[in-house]
């Protein structure tokens, strides 16, 4: 991998009304399209120049000065590419929407630095090493499947982070959970580390805030096929807030507590239900508002095999 990717090479004019602010903030207004992080380190290594000097990112500017980008984007990590394949859905010069499988992790860590998303992108999309986490802007779990949006260009990036931060993306998920619900609601509870088991998320009084919309889809003799949709995005929310609500999520070894079933189950459901291998939870719909273009759009996953055949066993109970 090669230690310098992109070159980026921007200019603007400080305006006169601008007179007496700060380099950093008229910067950040007049390059929007970047981070303020990113600008501040340019700023600080000499790659974003006032008339070709460079100065604090303190100094107050007088208007009419020329700023200039002259940066070289480097590889953000030193993670290899393998060739893994991918199920894409849409792609462009600015984004690719992936429907990803179970047993997929996302980002490598510590026990899984190959085999991952990040790992097959870096391999399809070899630019994608100089955006950071190769362009990956939110996460499903390991076993969650469905519609995941990457970035393709540092632009783009900074837009869909920005999205995701003001709560404007649109992400609906599909679940099948224990217990029968007698209609839909919103659980709004704080989600933070498990104060004992540090490997699980809770809810917590300090937590972060964190809500899920939740309605009911299909009510079988001891489940429930529901559709659910993030207004916050905390690591494993849904699985949390629906355990919290004493609606675990089908298949979750780690929220759904000891396996429960109802009486009177077929030896076949039985099976169904104890071999099911992974969360039953489904990325079902993904929309956003375009990086480049600014137009809303929107997609849809069918549910996978595994979860159509649960549903299919459920309702012949």
């Known amino acids: 991998m090669t230690d310098f990717i992109d070159l980026i090479e921007q200019t603007a004019t400080v305006a006169a009304e601008d007179c007496g602010r700060r380099l950093d903030q008229i910067a950040a207004e007049q ?7 990113r600008l501040q380190q340019w700023i600080k290594s000499g790659e974003l120049l006032v008339n070709g000097q460079t100065l604090p990112a303190k100094h107050k500017l007088l208007g009419g000065e020329e700023l200039s980008i002259s940066a070289q984007l480097k590889a953000e990590g030193d993670w290899q590419a393998e060739d893994i394949p991918l199920k894409i859905v849409f792609e462009d010069e600015h984004i690719i929407v992936i429907n990803k499988p179970t047993n997929f992790v996302v980002h490598p860590a510590a026990g899984n630095r190959e085999g991952t998303l990040l790992n097959a992108l870096l391999f399809h999309f070899p630019q994608l090493a100089s ?3 190769a362009g990956i802007v939110h996460r499903l779990d390991k076993d969650t499947t469905g519609l995941m949006v990457v970035a393709k260009t540092l632009v783009a990036h900074t837009d869909l982070v ?24 919103c659980v709004d509870q704080p989600i933070g580390r498990h104060p004992k088991q540090r490997v699980k998320m809770a809810v917590v009084r300090d937590g972060k805030e964190a809500r899920t919309h939740y309605k009911v889809l299909e009510r079988f003799a001891g489940h429930s096929y529901i559709r659910l949709k993030l207004e916050t995005g905390r690591t494993h929310q849904i699985r949390v807030h629906m355990a919290n609500i004493k609606y675990p999520i089908v298949g979750d070894d780690v929220y759904g507590g000891r396996f429960r079933i109802h009486k009177g189950v077929s030896d076949q459901l039985r ?29 849809k996953s069918e549910l996978p095999d595994d979860m159509q055949n649960l549903l299919i066993a459920l309702a012949e109970e």
């Open 162 to 185: 920005a999205q995701l931060q003001a709560r404007t993306v649109n992400r609906e998920y599909e679940a099948i959970v224990s217990g029968v619900m007698t209609g839909g609601g």
């Open 131 to 133: 955006v950071p986490r």
């Open 271 to 299: 099976e169904a239900l104890h071999g099911f291998g992974r969360q039953a939870l489904h990325a079902r719909e993904l929309g956003l508002v375009h990086p480049h273009t600014g137009e809303f759009i929107s997609w």
């Open 31 to 37: 390059f929007s399209e970047f981070s303020r992080s």
